[in-house]
């Protein structure tokens, strides 16, 4: 199968190019960054908002499949500009794919569980379904909820699309400024470990290599609409901080800060829809994942601008 990955040099996107390439598949991948990902075929260099070089249109329209990844990362990117950033890289860059990608051509897109707003519903603490009213926190998931709106009119003039919302994505080559990266680094240099909020707020975290291998069948499968990619358990972030320190064999020191209104008190993925369409349920094992992470050693540095990576 040919397949084109947009945003195929960031974090889930550069997990997914080797796993397609190792089932077989012609890959061509697009990104603002010149390096081409490990196992990629045709990487095409490409500011997907503004550049219409003939080459990328030609690709996405050759496409068998196209995995839209690429965006504006960082839920707590405090530039001055982060609003028109997001709207440009989020918004834009997927309404150039979703324009471009003939109607009956399946097109993957990465949303975000943040669109959700937390696991808080009515006052309880539930998982989060994907039929569930969105409540974005925050610019960042405002635009991820501008971007699955693209895809439902995509789906509703009849075109193919299914829209992936990952939770809290870990492992190797995770980006500098999440959380696990950031505390691994602490602790390596002696420094705390910065908790925002409290230690007892919990996450829904998900194996890269898993949100990968679920993203692959989301198109092999012709799977339309949204599906959350967790593992339906949710982890305190003390929990979290005290795996990073004993797999880096240092106790850490936690320093409790503010949580923004962005952070939400807990993150649940509800995988009901996700076992049926897809066959199967990603499971964390959070010491085996974070031992592979500090195995790979830190992700290039390079921010939310160095690649349009795909979201957290």
């Given at each position: ?50 550049d ?75 998982p ?10 925050g ?22 699309v ?5 939770f ?21 240099r ?37 599906v ?49 369409l ?20 830190p992700?290039?540095?390079g ?10």
């Amino acid at each position: 199968m040919a397949v084109v990955v947009t945003g195929a040099a960031g974090f889930i996107g550069a997990h997914l190019v080797r796993l397609l390439a190792a089932r077989g598949h012609q890959v061509v991948t697009i990104d603002r960054r010149p390096a081409a990902p490990a196992a990629a075929g045709v990487h095409l260099v490409a500011d997907l908002p503004d550049d219409h070089d003939s080459s990328v249109s030609d690709a996405l329209r050759a496409a068998e499949a196209v995995f839209h990844l690429a965006g504006r990362a960082g839920v707590r990117d405090a530039s001055a500009d982060r609003a028109r950033r997001r709207y440009r890289y989020n918004v834009l860059a997927a309404e150039r794919v979703l324009g471009t990608v003939p109607a009956g051509v399946p097109v993957v897109v990465a949303s975000s569980s943040s669109v959700y707003g937390g696991a808080l519903h009515g006052g309880r603490l539930r998982p989060s379904a994907e039929a569930d009213r969105l409540q974005p926190r925050g610019g960042y998931a405002r635009s991820k909820v501008e971007l699955e709106r693209r895809c439902w009119q995509r789906a509703a003039a009849g075109g193919l699309v299914a829209v992936a919302r990952p939770f809290t994505v870990a492992g190797q080559g995770q980006r500098p400024d999440m959380a696990i990266a950031q505390w691994l680094a602490a602790v390596r240099r002696g420094q705390p470990i910065r908790i925002l909020g409290s230690p007892n707020r919990t996450r829904d975290v998900t194996d890269v290599a898993d949100v990968a291998f679920a993203l692959l069948r989301m198109a092999e499968g012709g799977v339309m609409g949204a599906v959350n990619l967790g593992s339906g358990v949710g982890h305190r972030l003390g929990d979290l901080a005290a795996t990073v320190g004993a797999v880096v064999g240092q106790r850490p020191r936690l320093v409790i800060e503010p949580a923004g209104p962005a952070e939400p008190v807990a993150t649940l993925a509800d995988t009901r829809r996700c076992r049926r369409l897809l066959g199967f349920v990603p499971v964390t094992d959070l010491a085996a994942l974070i031992a592979r992470q500090v195995a790979a050693g830190p992700a290039p540095v390079g921010g939310p601008d160095a690649a349009l990576a795909a979201a957290p």
